[in-house]
């Protein structure tokens, strides 16, 4: 099957990817259509990952010695990766954290809020976007409003005056969603945001392995990203931020490497980004972060993101063939990424993850930590499959292939 617009060489690619050779139980080949819960990893940042252990393990900017000289270079030589892979003015505006859940959550702790204030996020976020701000305003007194959807799962803009207005602080929203795959006007909501002197949040955590993740272009304040689903390793998350916001902020947590001074009686803290990494971070798996953004930028972010539409169109084609599917969010694929969840009449979502499981292939099934966006479409949880850069046409053709076979197997219809 031939579709335009995929990477050219997808098997060779795929060789990159180790585990995409495997068969599992019963000798069925992995199809794997679940990336957007977490992305394989090329040899690559294995290697990168093994040879850090093996020969230059140590702390970080505590060790006087040639390993941890080796050590220190290794951790801020990501820092410098996932700088240029976000075209960020200054390597002191990446602040490497355990994943975006805890970025968020730093950016909620530390951003002033108070009575009369309000926080305008969106109907479509993961969880971690709106539980972290629940918490937020419940703390400091202030408004918790959100962008609700539309019918095919665009956000609804039409009361953006009333929402977002003088007494607006922040204004955090994902770029992809995790549920519907829509793609937000990143540029247009931070501009709202500009206009009433609120800062903007970003979740780039399904757009940055995609889609060319420019904050300077986004015109963002913050920015937020985890490593796992970036072809990097899980522990490992992102927060960018403009350079003299976070030197705004306060300390999130406390400890050695994020101070100036210490003393008994008080302490001064250290200037972005090691104000915010207090205790030994990460190491091992900032060195695979910046092994992973490396290989995004060698194949291009751009055909990687051409990559993922013309999969994702075929992969809309496909189940709309399906008797009793119904696709969750926006039908063109110009307009998502790559996570597309649907039902299917008859079968609860575990069941159909279940049967397809059987088969080797690996979907998500439940309410992918979005349950406001499925209640605002009346369903309790769905099916969900993602593709990534790997992903080819025949996996698709074995998903649907799939999903025939377990309508058979309920004797649906």
């Not at 690619?13 to 794997?32: E, W």
């Amino acid at each position: 099957m031939t579709v335009p617009g995929l990477l050219p060489d997808l098997e060779v690619l795929r060789k990159d990817f180790p585990i995409l050779s495997r068969s599992l139980a019963g000798g069925v080949p992995l199809v794997y259509l679940d990336s957007a819960n977490t992305s394989q990893k090329p040899q690559v940042v294995i290697d990168a990952m093994v040879d850090h252990l093996e020969r230059h393990n140590a702390n970080i900017a505590r060790a006087m010695h040639q390993l941890g000289a080796e050590s220190t270079e290794a951790y801020e030589g990501a820092r410098d990766r996932v700088a240029a892979f976000l075209n960020a003015p200054s390597r002191n505006e990446v602040v490497f954290t355990k994943n975006a859940t805890e970025a968020l959550n730093l950016l909620a702790r530390t951003i002033d809020l108070g009575p009369g204030d309000n926080v305008v996020i969106t109907e479509m976020e993961h969880h971690s976007n709106i539980v972290s701000w629940q918490l937020a305003c419940e703390r400091a007194g202030a408004e918790l409003r959100w962008f609700g959807l539309t019918d095919d799962g665009h956000l609804d803009l039409s009361e953006a005056d009333r929402l977002v207005d003088e007494n607006t602080k922040v204004v955090a929203f994902t770029w992809v969603s995790n549920m519907l795959g829509t793609i937000n006007p990143v540029g247009d909501l931070c501009a709202r945001a500009r206009a009433v002197g609120a800062v903007s949040v970003v979740d780039a955590s399904q757009a940055a392995p995609q889609l060319p993740v420019d904050v300077q272009e986004a015109g963002c304040d913050f920015l937020v990203f985890t490593g796992h689903k970036v072809t990097g390793p899980t522990g490992i998350g992102v927060l960018w931020g403009r350079e003299e916001l976070l030197n705004e902020l306060p300390p999130f947590h406390g400890g050695g490497e994020m101070i100036e001074t210490v003393t008994m009686e008080r302490s001064t803290y250290a200037a972005a980004p090691h104000r915010f990494e207090a205790g030994t971070p990460p190491i091992v798996e900032a060195v695979g972060l910046g092994a992973a953004v490396d290989y995004l930028g060698h194949i291009g972010l751009e055909r990687i993101h051409a990559h993922e539409q013309a999969i994702t169109g075929y992969a809309l084609e496909g189940l709309q063939t399906v008797p009793g599917v119904t696709i969750l969010g926006p039908l063109d694929a110009a307009e998502r990424g790559g996570a597309v969840s649907f039902e299917l009449e008859g079968v609860h979502p575990h069941d159909v993850a279940t049967v397809l499981d059987t088969r080797g292939i690996a979907v998500r099934a439940g309410h992918h930590c979005a349950k406001p966006a499925h209640a605002r479409f009346g369903v309790q949880s769905s099916t969900r499959m993602s593709s990534y850069l790997y992903t080819t046409p025949a996996e698709i053709d074995a998903l649907v292939e799939g999903l025939h076979y377990t309508r058979d197997y309920f004797k649906v219809g």
